[in-house]
């Protein structure tokens, strides 16, 4: 199977050509950029933006790139999101909140200052949960992973609603935010925290595609009975994806919370899931870019549209406010998209073998 977009050094590592690093270098610039050209709302909703790439990216990896129908996301984020909070807030702050329940002992000895560590520690917690869980997951295939996946899901909030001594239960964790000595308060996630990650994701999940296990990944979407006649471990590698994807759906929770400063079990339910499914479907199951337009579309164009929902002046007629009218709209968006895309806006290709097929037909003529 032909590389696209890299190249292999004498390590066997993949090395990005120079058309990645000017994506990246663009994404870094604008991200620097951001931060002084943005208002808060607009900073809002780039850093948005920023940690629903690093979720739909990571979940096309599994569902896209290896092709297991899976509807685990929501369980995955929540695990990472409850780890963060639980380790950004201090002992007590944590007796301060837990009204339902008195906090466990392990819980209140769970504490650190360091985002960055926070992050890890909820991106490995995800993964180790993904590996346990890989033994009776890929057991099943098609519909019936679908079913294994989603049910997982609901276990993770029903967990999180009914051990409050480790959760709060459905009261949830408030004021995960830094006080600073003048007593400001100001987030965790910021525009460097999320755009950061987000690159780095993208690197290296663009990595995992075009490398041997990338292409095993896709061998198994294609047909997994074949890939297994032709010698691939199809459980290993399923693995492999299913924790790589969790790692970075956990990373993607700390981020989440450190943003929001709040976290619930309601954050987490189905629609959190079918939110990124859209995202990847939009934009094309298997292609990363995709993944990248569809996050860009879908969260963007949800607050752009947020003015139907307000009371609009058409041609001096004044109309009243019509709660959800932009979901009605945007609803009509996505439809009229996938009938004249139906494989999505990217297909399975990335936005560099696009330009490199121009390029050469270009040279053909």
Same mark, same amino acid.
């Given at each position: 199977?032909?590389?696209?977009?890299?190249?292999?050094?004498?390590?066997?590592?993949?090395?990005?050509?120079?058309?990645?690093?000017?994506?990246?270098?663009?994404?870094?610039?604008?991200?620097?950029?951001?931060?002084?050209?943005?208002?808060?709302?607009?900073?809002?909703?780039?850093?948005?933006?920023?940690?629903?790439?690093?979720?739909?990216?990571?979940?096309?990896?599994?569902?896209?790139?290896?092709?297991?129908?899976?509807?685990?996301?929501?369980?995955?984020?929540?695990?990472?999101?409850?780890?963060?909070?639980?380790?950004?807030?201090?002992?007590?702050?944590?007796?301060?909140?837990?009204?339902?329940?008195?906090?466990?002992?392990?819980?209140?000895?769970?504490?650190?200052?360091?985002?960055?560590?926070?992050?890890?520690?909820?991106?490995?917690?995800?993964?180790?949960?993904?590996?346990?869980?890989?033994?009776?997951?890929?057991?099943?295939?098609?519909?019936?992973?679908?079913?294994?996946?989603?049910?997982?899901?609901?276990?993770?909030?029903?967990?999180?609603?009914?051990?409050?001594?480790?959760?709060?239960?459905?009261?949830?964790?408030?004021?995960?935010?830094?006080?600073?000595?003048?007593?400001?308060?100001?987030?965790?996630?910021?525009?460097?925290?999320?755009?950061?990650?987000?690159?780095?994701?993208?690197? =290296? %999940?663009?990595?995992?595609?075009?490398? #041997? +296990?990338?292409?095993?990944?896709?061998? !198994?979407?294609?047909? *997994?009975?074949? @890939?297994?006649?032709?010698?691939?471990?199809?459980?290993?590698?399923?693995?492999?994806?299913?924790?790589?994807?969790?790692?970075?759906?956990?990373?993607?929770?700390?981020?989440?919370?450190?943003?929001?400063?709040?976290?619930?079990?309601?954050?987490?339910?189905?629609?959190?899931?079918?939110?990124?499914?859209?995202?990847?479907?939009?934009?094309?199951?298997?292609?990363?870019?995709?993944?990248?337009?569809?996050?860009?579309? =879908? %969260?963007?164009?949800?607050?752009?549209? #947020? +003015?139907?929902?307000?009371?609009?002046? !058409?041609?001096?007629? *004044?109309?009243? @406010?019509?709660?959800?009218?932009?979901?009605?709209?945007?609803?009509?968006?996505?439809?009229?998209?996938?009938?004249?895309?139906?494989?999505?806006?990217?297909?399975?290709?990335?936005?560099?073998?696009?330009?490199?097929?121009?390029?050469?037909?270009?040279?053909?003529?």
């Amino acid at each position: 199977m032909k590389k696209v977009g890299f190249k292999m050094n004498h390590l066997g590592l993949q090395i990005p050509k120079l058309r990645y690093l000017i994506f990246f270098s663009i994404a870094l610039i604008f991200m620097i950029v951001s931060a002084t050209m943005f208002n808060e709302y607009g900073l809002r909703i780039v850093n948005n933006i920023a940690i629903f790439i690093i979720l739909a990216i990571s979940y096309n990896l599994i569902n896209g790139v290896t092709g297991q129908f899976s509807l685990e996301p929501n369980g995955f984020v929540a695990l990472g999101a409850y780890v963060a909070a639980l380790l950004l807030l201090d002992s007590d702050a944590k007796l301060y909140q837990f009204e339902a329940e008195e906090p466990a002992g392990i819980i209140l000895t769970l504490h650190t200052s360091s985002f960055i560590f926070t992050m890890l520690i909820s991106g490995l917690c995800a993964s180790l949960l993904a590996l346990i869980l890989a033994m009776p997951v890929f057991r099943v295939r098609g519909d019936y992973l679908a079913i294994v996946t989603l049910g997982f899901g609901f276990i993770i909030q029903l967990l999180a609603v009914n051990f409050p001594a480790f959760t709060n239960g459905s009261l949830g964790l408030n004021d995960i935010v830094i006080y600073n000595a003048d007593e400001s308060i100001s987030r965790y996630t910021n525009i460097f925290y999320s755009g950061s990650v987000a690159i780095i994701s993208v690197i =290296v %999940i663009l990595n995992v595609v075009y490398s #041997r +296990f990338g292409r095993a990944m896709k061998a !198994i979407r294609d047909d *997994e009975d074949a @890939a297994w006649a032709m010698g691939i471990n199809t459980f290993w590698i399923k693995t492999l994806a299913f924790c790589i994807s969790a790692f970075f759906e956990g990373i993607g929770g700390a981020l989440l919370v450190g943003f929001l400063g709040t976290i619930s079990p309601d954050q987490f339910t189905f629609f959190f899931t079918f939110q990124l499914l859209i995202i990847i479907v939009l934009g094309g199951l298997g292609s990363t870019s995709g993944a990248i337009l569809g996050t860009i579309l =879908v %969260i963007g164009g949800m607050e752009w549209l #947020r +003015f139907l929902d307000e009371p609009m002046n !058409i041609f001096g007629y *004044e109309t009243k @406010a019509l709660p959800g009218l932009r979901m009605v709209v945007f609803s009509l968006i996505l439809i009229l998209l996938m009938l004249f895309a139906r494989r999505g806006i990217m297909g399975q290709r990335e936005l560099t073998e696009i330009f490199k097929l121009r390029k050469g037909g270009k040279n053909a003529s």
